[in-house]
Nanobody, 122 residues
Framework: QVQLVESGGGLVQAGGSLGLSCAASGRLFSISAMGWYRQAPGKQRELVATITSGSTPKYADSVKGRFTISRDNAKNTVNLQMNSLKPEDTAVYYC????????????????WGQGTQVTVSS
């Protein structure tokens, strides 16, 4: 089976920084895109940032210039460095990865972590 385990998050004051990390484990053949999404209370889950297997990033407009996504393909990890945090960044952050489990299966499946809370106080 595949697991995505997130770490990091917590409580920080506005203007501060936090880092999130997510590690994929289990039966993995390859991982294509990895990313972070977030869901604030009463809102839909939204994309924060994604990164391809070749490390090409994509960011939501709301976090451009403040957040940086990176990945380590050897360790099957994806990280999100969040700087200049704002109260509106408060949400549960979810790790996502498109994983191909076996070489003989041509398609990938999307997997999610359990989520980690990020709270930014004003």
């Amino acid at each position: 089976q595949v697991q995505l385990v997130e770490s990091g998050g917590g409580l920080v004051q506005a203007g501060g920084s936090l880092g999130l990390s997510c590690a994929a484990s289990g039966r993995l053949f390859s991982i294509s895109a990895m990313g972070w999404y977030r869901q604030a209370p009463g809102k839909q889950r939204e994309l924060v940032a994604t990164i391809t297997s070749g490390s090409t990033p994509k960011y939501a407009d709301s976090v451009k210039g403040r957040f940086t996504i990176s990945r380590d393909n050897a360790k099957n990890t994806v990280n999100l460095q969040m700087n200049s945090l704002k109260p509106e960044d408060t949400a549960v952050y979810y790790c996502n990865a498109d994983i191909r489990q076996y070489s003989y299966i041509a398609y990938s499946r999307s997997y999610w972590g359990q989520g980690t809370q990020v709270t930014v106080s004003s």
